[in-house]
């Protein structure tokens, strides 16, 4: 069976759960800067696998689904940056 909507793929859901996360886990940083960006690139994720599975190409898609890794790189290096500056512990 086909997939039909982004909503139906496990990694859009699981990247919606991550950016509920992050936004959860930031809720009290008075560093709003920094929240901001890491929030804003944590929706980033689900956002282009969304935007690009909706473009119904596959080259559309894959172009998309790397955008939203690169987002996640993101996340991912501010969370290390985050552990450092004592705003979480054990990234």
Do not use: C, H
Not at 77 to 83: A, V
């Amino acid at each position: 069976m086909a997939v039909k909507k982004f909503e139906e793929l496990l990694v859009w859901q699981k990247s919606q759960d991550f950016a509920v996360s992050i936004y959860k886990d930031f809720s009290t940083l008075k560093d709003y800067s920094f929240k901001d960006q890491i929030t804003r690139a944590s929706v980033s994720i689900s956002n282009n696998i969304a935007e690009g599975f909706d473009r119904r190409t596959n080259p559309d898609f894959i172009r998309f689904l790397y955008i939203a890794i690169s987002s996640n790189s993101e996340v991912r290096s501010m969370l290390y940056l985050s552990e450092r500056l004592g705003y979480l512990s054990s990234v």
